[in-house]
């Protein structure tokens, strides 16, 4: 079993930044590939971004977030992070970070085998 809390949401006004922060516990979290999703209300869970690499050295993000999020993770902490900047209104969401054990967990939910309970973010226009 891997354990994820995530942290860092909150109110932000469009235009700002926020840092998200994943802490894993209970397996080795450099056997894990990670990554990020958003639900927000009345929408399917969807992709944000993805560590490649379980060294975090090459990610895949979302058309919608790139050039603005940066996914990043530092395994001697058991943290993943999810930089946030230049936020939109349609950024709004609950955010979960969720850990795979596939060599290609994807961009879609099921090809993680862990979830965090997530953390709200609220962009305000």
């Known amino acids: 079993q891997v354990q994820l809390v995530e942290s860092g949401g909150g109110l932000v006004q469009a235009g700002g930044s926020l840092r998200l922060s994943c802490a894993a516990s209970?397996?080795?979290?450099?056997?894990?590939?990670m990554g990020w999703f958003r639900q927000a209300p009345g929408k399917e869970r969807e992709f944000v971004a993805t560590?490649?690499?379980?060294?975090?050295?090459?990610?895949i993000l979302a058309d919608s977030v790139k050039g603005r999020f940066t996914i990043s993770r530092d395994n001697a902490k058991s943290t993943v992070y999810l930089q946030m900047n230049s936020l939109k209104p349609e950024d709004t969401a609950v955010y979960y970070c969720?850990?795979?054990?596939?060599?290609?967990?994807?961009?879609?939910?099921?090809?993680?085998?862990?979830w965090g309970q997530g953390t709200q973010v609220t962009v305000s226009s």
């Open positions: 969720a850990a795979s054990s596939n060599i290609v967990p994807g961009t879609t939910p099921r090809g993680y085998d862990y």
């Open positions: 209970g397996r080795t979290f450099s056997n894990y590939r």
């Open positions: 560590t490649i690499s379980r060294s975090g050295g090459s990610s």
